[in-house]
């Protein structure tokens, strides 16, 4: 199904205290990558709007915060309907600012979800704990709010990154302020209509909307207790050091270079589609996707399998769009270094030529560099977007020391038909995630998503189990009602 494209531009306000109100700062354009059309226009939040919305969060969060979690998740119950009943809308809309083509807007919508059924079955667990701790005496973990809590996100995911956190947030009894992407807001408001009609009491989930500036107005706030960011590597470090600096609990998540190993026995049609559609997939806009396969021994027909499905891939149909022309341009400047300082161009996605109709948007093929070095600049730095980097190594041994070499550490996935060297590389991969024949091993809930190295600052993962302890505080309550039968060291 081709991507709707708003015909005309959508006014993206703000969602304070229960109603879509335009900001009252300056103003931000928003065009399609698909076609440059203009879909939206952003009217950004002024420091007054923002002080608005964290007050109405206070207040709210109070009650939220008393309201049984049982309670709570009815509501992410109720939300889980109103998503899927307009995943197509959403879909469309998402799509439409991010570059993804339908297929992809959907999928992501879905991770969300599923993101949400891990919440919603926070209800059916005991989160906390109680034990007796000597005769008469009981100790409890009670899991309590954070606060009013904050999240900054980036353009690629403009639903499902949000997803990660917003379910359990709440969930936990936080009040949630949300800033989207300036280049991708238009999907914000959507997501805020859905929870409102899901029945969330007004203040507690609220959008602010703008770009730098409106994000660190939330770091810089002191009723703004804990914050979680996902975007690029270099405002991860600052979002970090700057929000820890100010007190506040942050988990920020950075940008990625993903290492695929490529082993001889690996499976040729496993290998060949897996890692093709893991470096096209998002037109390469996924922290997730592969950036350099590390190429041991004789690999030619893995290799062939990869271009050969690379380039059956329709632009518009099958690979969607980059989120701005000087992204676009940044890529043709890198693949054009990279061939002049020696690498081999197997597939040129420079020469592919936008959908019909769709002239004014920003395309690229899919781009395959052979004989890369891992000492150029094209191997190490992250790019977002569909080029793959091929780097020729004599054994596993040379292979691992390049991926650990990388200062990132998102993901590292091996293709191979034996499980001795599956285990070896997973055994060495310097990443939080690492995926056996899996091109893109983002984990499924209830198993946590996070890096390691400057993939990510802070502690603890972004989504599952691991999340609980970033948007809670245990409270340990110690009790005696009765008179203790014997003394004891406690008594
Ligand atoms: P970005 O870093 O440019 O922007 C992300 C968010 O930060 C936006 O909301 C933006 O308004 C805000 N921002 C920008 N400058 C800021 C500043 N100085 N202080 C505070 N906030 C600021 O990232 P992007 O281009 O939107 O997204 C792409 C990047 O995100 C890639 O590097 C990608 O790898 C990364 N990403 C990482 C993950 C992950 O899980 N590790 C997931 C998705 C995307």
Known sequence: MSVKIPLSPIPVLNFVSGKFKAGTGSKISIHSPH??????????????????????????????AATPIKERTKILFQ????????????????????????????AGLMKGIEVLEFATSLQNLDVGGKLEVSR??????????????????????????????????????????????????????????????????????QVLQGGAEVAQSLLDHPDVQ???????????????????????????????????????DANPEIAGIGISDSFTGCAGQRCMAAAVVLAVGEVRHHIQKIIDRAS????????????????????HDQIENAVAEGAKILLDGRKASPPPGMEQGNWIGPTILDYVSPHQEISKLE??????????????????????????????????SSGALAEKVI?????????????????????????????????????????LDFWSN????????????????MS
């Open 35 to 64: 076609n440059g059309a203009l879909i939206g226009e952003i009217h950004q939040s002024s420091p007054e709007d923002i002080q608005t919305a964290i007050a109405d969060a206070r207040r709210a969060q109070k009650e939220w």
């Open 79 to 106: 939300l889980r309907q109103i998503l899927l009943r307009d995943i197509d809308e959403i879909s469309h809309l998402k799509s439409s600012e991010s570059g993804k083509t339908f297929t992809e807007g959907k």
């Open 136 to 205: 008469g005496v009981s100790c409890e973990y009670r899991r309590m709010p954070v606060g009013v809590v904050a999240s900054i996100t980036p353009f690629n995911f403009p639903a499902m990154v949000p997803f990660w956190t917003i379910p359990t947030a709440l969930a936990l009894g936080n009040a949630y302020i949300w800033k989207p992407s300036e280049k991708t807001p238009l999907t914000s408001m959507k997501i805020a209509q859905s929870l409102q009609e899901a029945g969330l009491p007004d203040g507690i989930f």
């Open 226 to 264: 804990a914050l979680s960011f996902v975007g690029s590597t270099p405002v991860a470090r600052a979002v970090y050091e700057r929000g820890t600096k100010a007190g506040k609990r942050i988990l920020a998540l950075g940008g990625a270079k993903n290492h695929i190993v490529l082993l001889p």
């Open 312 to 331: 059956s891939l329709e632009l518009g149909k099958d690979m969607g769009a980059i989120i701005s022309k000087a992204q676009v341009k940044f890529l």
């Open 383 to 416: 790019l977002f977007g569909p080029v793959l980097c091929i780097v020729r190594c004599k054994d596993i041994s040379e292979a691992m020391r390049i991926e650990n070499s990388s200062l990132m550490g998102n993901a590292c996935s091996v293709f191979t």
């Open 427 to 467: 055994s060495m991969a310097s990443t939080g995630m690492v995926g056996v024949n899996v091109g893109v091993p983002v984990p499924r809930e209830p198993f946590s998503f996070g890096g390691i190295n400057q993939s990510k600052f802070g502690h603890g993962d972004i989504t599952g189990t691991s999340s």
């Open 474 to 489: 245990l409270k340990k309550v110690t009790v005696k009602w009765d008179q203790q039968h014997d003394n004891n060291w």
